[in-house]
């Protein structure tokens, strides 16, 4: 099991892979790049409630790790080490569109 840190989109994530990256290997030890999802390969995106954060799974990730390749626990914006948002809106239907967004936005930056 081999785990990674990661940013992208403001969100900040733990990425957890079966296999070691090969594009690694060139780099010094300290820095690691962690490997791309392969099409027949399966991810599974973590996502902690109210008070956790990403590292709330850790502990799971060796039993989840035996059933996917690729586990993705993520800070939500706000949360963590994701950016600081101040949310504009005055409900909660507001806020829920955002971190959907946010989200989404991450995904489609990761191609997940």
């Known amino acids: 099991m081999h785990i990674y840190y990661g ?8 990425h957890v892979t079966r296999h070691p990256s090969s594009s690694s290997s060139s780099l010094p030890s300290s820095v690691r790049v962690a490997p791309e999802i392969k ?19 850790v502990k799971q990730f060796a039993d989840f790790s035996k059933y996917f390749d690729h586990i993705y626990s ?24 955002y971190y959907l967004s946010a989200l989404e ?7 997940i």
């Open 74 to 97: 993520l800070d939500p914006p706000g949360f963590g080490l994701s950016d600081f948002v101040r949310i504009s809106g005055e409900s909660c239907e507001d806020a829920e569109r």
């Open 105 to 111: 936005s991450w995904r489609q930056v990761m191609q």
């Open 39 to 57: 099409p027949n390969q399966k991810a599974l995106v973590l996502l902690a409630g109210f008070g956790g954060g990403r590292c709330i799974w």
């Open 7 to 14: 940013s992208k989109a403001g969100i900040s994530y733990l």
